[in-house]
């Protein structure tokens, strides 16, 4: 352990939160219909699209009706994406496809297209031997904006259905009421948060020598005299969506760990902060959009106390090693010029610190990029991703799921400590019973259910583990590369502790590839199943809470913006992850961690 | 008029607390006992999905045990057949105990309206014209008459007479109550019973709906019905049972990927230890028990609703007289205006006070005495007595064409000026001088003439500004209701410590506030005895009616208080709150035990998993922190441990957790302390106790 390792992870709190904290308000005001100074700029084209879409926004969605025009938008979106995969070849005219690559073969489509849909970015595929520039740009770069951009919808309709006051004369049981306009919240999240950024973004990544062209692949010699290919394709403009959407779908197979994609120690800060950036403002926006700033940094609170003690223990475990390297008598104590520790599957120009907080960074949300090989970190350091997935991606999160997620965590909470204190419980002045207790709970199950289900039926059956390479992997490997698949894939997260396959690709280009069917249809349907009850079930509530009558808070109401709170709060989710992962993780990571033996 | 009272001496037990049933008690726990056997039914078990699951296992395993013992070794995994017994019977046991629990709660409440039930014995019913019919042929409507010594047959209202009433058998108190047509106390009860007197009452229920019958049905539980609270928290429960089913399941493939059979009963078992069970079995026995512990305050609720709404209840609207103060405002003082001499209003508020039964009107005519005035015959002289409404807010008598009025001060100047006279300038200023002082002023006026005031006095009772200062601390306001002026008001809320009163009010007005308060998002909870009280009672989130209040009172509240306490609204708001805060502990309990059982079971499962020398303990083996003795013993003290400290929480579950007006924060810290850490705690201890018992034995 290094003073610029525990200062860069301190550093990195500060600036994320000095960030987030402006960010935050801009969206309150972009998501409560004010004036921003972006308007002058974005208003005309704001308006224009949704002539173009058909909409009028002026009028409220109540919950099913977003949930309706949401299901809508996402399966034309995957008939889309699902059609220019498939097509690839037919695209080329476009002069962007430079290398002529084929379609990937429909099982793996079908799990990629899913993927992206999703938000989860899982890669049965290596981008540059796979996809076409233009299936990147027009396919596979549109989802990562508009699957965040659906995140984030969601999770502001939650927050209109918590924070909408209907008074009493206008309230109608009988009746739903707007929880906002899922148009509306779509083009306004692309337009006024996720593209001004990210065109920030990409600028930074291009001056530090993240490259942005649309040129053949270059060939040549390297100094071990074999010929060489180094593949080529605009990557700046697409890596900072990438990592800003949370979706963390690499344009190379290597993905931020390739020096195209995050060159060096300035753009590995950049695409951390680029990560967590919207998911920790979000938290900033609610606080504002409650009246009650103080909400906000109590879920604040929570997701960065977790973020630190996760990213502590990674560092902590991969700056001391492994037990099999002790075992070995490798050096892991930091010497004169070496940092120590574990540097196995690390590059060089992050070194240790960077590549724990990036894979912690990038495992509590659901962006899933990786600058390291996980598979290859120490047991304990590669049990913090396996702990940060088992938490439900409610430590930040994803952008909108983040904050969603954790809503229901909050809700449950609530519940709890409500009744601990003698009052039918209320959130923000809401009671909080038994419907939405149900829903509550069904979010709440369903990764779990689907993570642990998928892995069971994966390890179980023949045609799982055919996606297991055995040469390299058993035991506990094997089950951790598994049992992390579906984790990755029921977290709509898509990083991987590599190994577990996919996809059979003898050549660059797709031709003589093909998929294979259980594990893409398992994990495609594992993402879509994960991703879209979850938001049925978060507007559900939000449905529900918004017709709901506003209690004034008294000195009998539980506070929900107190460190007593923040205290339950992370009991529940710790508890609940725990409790539902244990057995699964005892198999895996942790017999890794309590072992010298490799597998 | 006959005004015979029986005032017989105030004895026997405390009034206002029922003694609990020990659950001790022979009978009571025989009968439990039988109880938790039949419960056992399936049938029953469905409506509980954490038991249930329970008995399922508890099933399969002994069907286990039955097809190792006949010669299927085999189906039992490598598990000999005296571990699936132990496992079988603890199962079992647990679902026995969960039953017990509730059988115990019940059988208090059995017995409690065993009591109740004795008095519902075959009273005949002597009808108004003559005729007799069984009491529980009685409809509403019917009049009956009741004589000295006779059973009221039925509940209702006292149309004609007076009587005094031993209500004893349903509140407990010995002392006679006096029971009259007319007024606000003219509300009986059937099973009480008549000491003197005759009275004809008007039957106000139907058969077999009596007050009695629903009392009897509320202790027994036989119509509970589960409140929202209760509901959501099961809902919660269930989704836990899920989780956990899904996540034992899934551990089968999972342990054969290591190359580790697990056995049926071991998954089993690790899923019984998991899901609930120790809230899942006391649930409903909290329930039966919060109720049981109103009743023991003489308070019946009349839906468990109200019970749990109580606990969330944010403003308390107290009447003034006779629950903040003493409630006996005494003359103390004439004060004439100018040209009246003072024994001229003497004279004058003695007469308009003559037929005024109120202490108020007495201590007049107490006071009055003192100039030498005395006491008149109404009947004498014509006179016709005009009763005091709410609306005119004065009483008074018409003698000899004179209309002789004394009431509020306002009441009595707009009665003057619309009669053309001039209130003198020296009565605003004698009226605000005693209301300024705490003192309620009474106007006395003839015709169009005010002659002056009286002074009554009034005292806040001792201990009130504690109370109050309690209820803020639970977070609820307090608001006194007062008919007095704003002056007066003023003075006695300062003095009493409420948060805030309303003056000069009104049935309407008061209607109006509980509107306001409940348009704010507040819950309202109210006491109220008079008819005219029945609308806001109504309207009220917890309405308490007083058991002495009309039988309209009593109908349009959701308590009633036997002891006619107002302030037992403070006690029934504890209760409320303590029934929620026994199920949100132990629920926090029994999740945060999962940890230390997690800590028992999978170890022991996965002893051996990656060994590196076959059959030997592999790395997993090191997280046995609590180094139980065996796999078989680790995994039978879990169970153990899980079944048996269902019955030691039986106690808390019927008293309920302990609960002090501190603020929610405060409460909230104290409970995850004992729960939350307690419950990560405790089982460590308590299983490694059990293991070194069965570990031994085992050895043995």
Redesign the interface.
Known sequence: MTVYGWGLIVVFALVLTALALPLGRYMAAVYTGQRTFMDPLLARPEHLLYRVIGVRVDRGQDWKRYATSLIAFSLVGWLLLYFILRTQTLWSFTGLNPMGYHSMPWNVAFNTVSSFLTNTNWQYYGGETTMSYFSQMAGLAVQNFVSAAVGISVAVALIRGIVTHVA?SERDSAKAHSIGNFWQDLVRTVLYVLLPISLIIALILLSQGVIENFSRYLSFTGITHIAQTLAMGPVASQEAIKLLGTNGGGFFNTNSAHPFENSNGLTNFVEMLAVLLIPAALVFTYGRMTGNRRQGYAIYATMMLMFLGAAAVCYIAEAHGSPAQHVAGLHTAVRAGTTGGNMEGKEQRFGIAGSALFNVVTTVTSCGAVNSALESFTGIGGAVPFANLSASEVIFGGVGTGLYSILLYVL?AV???????????EYI?KK???R???LV??G??IT??SA??S??LA??TRAGRASIDTAIAH??Q??SETLYAYLSQANNNGSAFAGYSGFVQPVAGNVGSHGITFADLLGGFTMLFARYAPILFALAVAGTLVNK????A??????TD?P??V??LI?VIV?VG???F???L??GP??QG??G?LY | MSTTTAQAPAAGPSPGRRQAVSVLRGDIARRALRDSIIKLDPRVQVRNPVMFVVELGAVITSGTWIAQVFGQPALGGHDPAWYTFTIAIWLWLTVIFANLAEAFAEGRGRAQADTLRSMRQQTVATMQDGSTRRAEELRRGDRVVVVAGELIPGDGTVVEGIASVDESAITGESAPVIRESGGDRSAVTGGTRVLSDRIVVEITQEPGQSFLDRMINLVEGAQRRKT??E???G??L???T???M??V??????????GTNISDTTLISLLVA?IPTTIGALLSAIGIAGMDRLVRRNVLALSGRAV??S??V?VLLLDKTGTITIGNRLASEFVPMPGVSEVELAEVAQLASLADETPEGRSIVVLAKRYGIREHDLTQMHAEFVPFTAQTRMSGVDIDGQRLRKGAGDAVIAMVAAEGGQPPAELRQTLDRIAGEGGTPLAVARDNQVLGVVYLKDTVKEGMRQRFDQL??????TIMITGDNRLTAKKIAAEAGVDDFLAEATPEKKLELIREQQ?????VAMTGDGTNDAPALAQADVGVAMNTGTQAAREAGNMVDLDSNPTKLIEIVEV??????T???L??FS??N??AK?FAI?PAI?IS??A?VRGGK???S??NVMGLGDPRSAVISAIVFNAIVIPLLIPISLRGVS?RPV???A???R??LI??LGGLAAPFIGIKLIDLIVHNLLGA
Do not use: C, W
């Open positions: 009493t449950l519940f709890l400590g409500g009744l601990m204190v003698g009052r039918t419980p002045g909080v019973e038994a939405e207790i149900k709970a069904l709440i199950l779990p259910l642990l289900f892995t069971a390890t179980a035991g506990p094997a089950f009558r506003v209690s004034p008294g000195l009998g109401t539980m506070r107190n007593t709170f205290v339950l009991g508890l725990a409790l539902t244990f057995p699964a005892l198999l942790i017999v309590l072992t033996h | 929202p609270n509901v959501a928290l809902i919660l269930s989704g836990l899920l989780i956990f899904i996540v399941a899934t551990l089968r493939p999972f342990g054969l990927f290591a998991l749990e709404a606990g969330d944010d803020r601390a639970m977070g609820i306001r348009a704010a998002g507040r819950m409320g709150k303590q029934l929620l805060i199920r949100g502990a629920t926090t999740i945060a999962d940890v997690y999978l996965f998993t990656y590196t592999g790395p997993l090191v997280l609960y603020g929610a924060s409460l909230l810290r409970n995850l729960y939350g």
